[in-house]
Structure formats: C-alpha cells, structure tokens
Antibody, heavy 121, light 107 residues
C-alpha cells in the first residue's frame, strides 16, 4: 500500500526558511503527480502546490507563489517543498499527498501524516 | 478562484441517523468534486470523487449527489467512526480549492 511520510517541520523565524521532505513508498513514485496541502491550526485545508511526475508541470497557490518551491527526486522517491520568506500566516500542518490518477482532474488519494511548521519570533 | 462554501459548519446527529452535508461552488465545477473525511489528529481521507463515486474501501453508506454548483454528501446510518470533519474540493479549475468543512458531531 502507498505510504507517505512528511518531515522537516519545526520552528522558523519570520523571513526564515525551511525545507520539507516527503518520503514515498509502496507505489511507483515517478508515475504519480504529487501535491502539498496545508492546514492552519483549527482551520480548513488549503492546497498550495502541485508537481507532475516528470516535474514538467508545476502550480502554486497565490499565497505562496514566489516564496515556495516544489520539487521531486524520482530516484529517491522523495517530494520536497522549499519554503522561503516565511510569514506567521504560513504556520500550519503541511501534508504531502498523491494524486488519484484513475480519472481526470486532481484529487488526492493518499496523504502523509503531516509535519507542523511554526513561524514565530 | 472558485470559492467552495460548506454548510452547516456543524451538524449534530445521533448514531444510526442520516447526515446530509452541503457544498456550494461559486461557479460551475461540472462533476469535478471530491469529498474528504478528517478525523481528529489524522490526515484527510479520500472518500468520494466525481461527485458520486466512492473511493476504494469506502462503505456504501457514503453517497454523493449534485452537479454544477450544488453538491451533497449523505452518510446513512452514522457509525461512531463517521464523526469527523468533511471537506469538499473542486478540481475543475486551478487553483484547487476546498470548502471550509462541516463537522459531524454526536448529538
């Protein structure tokens, strides 16, 4: 069965950087598009980024565009999110998720357990 | 950006009863609508896509209907593990957007 394990969260200062990782196992990682979705404390879900299997297609939410960079290493079965210029409003649990590829459009069928990012001085 | 609005914010239902959750899109998303369940402290779980198709392993008591801008998730015969927060998500347009969630709590 597919498994995703996110890591790299922690405390960062405003204006600082963090790099999140997501280790994938149990499926052919390179065949799947992936995404990051975050959830601020006590709030709902917010999609923030998407990357296709070959990294040729990348999208960002406006809230993170220009500050966050999504990437992947298919040889290492890993997904990444480089977060720069962090703001207090970036405080959230960050989930990596796998795209459900059986139909068109982007929905997420497997989710990692999430990693908490706290931005505070 | 397509805004997804869910109602009610909280739904109090007795075990064994039916829960009806609503999701409205600010413009048509055709049939590109998914639902997720999130239990406390857990990651979201994929339960429905294409408005009405249950994901693998999802029991038949979960059903989805609707089209265009109005959608409904119905949970029949609520069981203890169904008390959770439910989110709708549109995937018709970028950016992907989620509704604010409906919490189904025990009455």
């Amino acid at each position: 069965e597919a498994q995703l394990a996110a890591s790299g969260g922690g405390l960062a200062q405003p204006g600082g950087s963090l790099r999140l990782s997501c280790a994938a196992s149990g499926f052919s990682f390179s065949s799947y598009s992936m995404g990051w979705v975050r959830q601020a404390p006590g709030k709902g879900l917010e999609w923030i980024s998407y990357i296709s299997g070959s990294s040729t297609t990348i999208f960002y939410a406006d809230s993170v565009k220009g500050r966050f960079t999504i990437s992947r290493d298919n040889a290492e079965n890993s997904l990444y999110l480089q977060m720069n210029s962090l703001r207090a409003e970036d405080t959230a649990v960050y989930y990596c998720a796998r795209e459900y590829m059986e139909v068109g459009g982007v929905q997420f069928d497997y989710w990692g357990q999430g990693t908490l990012v706290t931005v505070s001085s | 950006e397509i805004v997804m609005t869910q109602s009610p914010a909280t739904l109090s239902v007795s075990p064994g009863e039916r829960a009806t959750l609503s999701c409205r899109a600010s413009q048509s998303v055709n049939s590109n609508l998914a639902w997720y369940q999130q239990r406390p402290g857990q990651a979201p779980r994929f339960i429905i896509y294409g408005v009405s198709t249950r994901a693998t392993g999802i029991p038949a008591r979960f059903s989805g209907t609707g089209s265009g801008t109005e959608f409904t998730l119905t949970i029949s015969g609520l069981q203890s593990e169904d008390f959770a927060v439910y989110y709708c998500q549109q995937y018709n347009n970028w950016p992907l957007t989620f509704g604010g969630g409906t919490k189904v709590e025990i009455k």
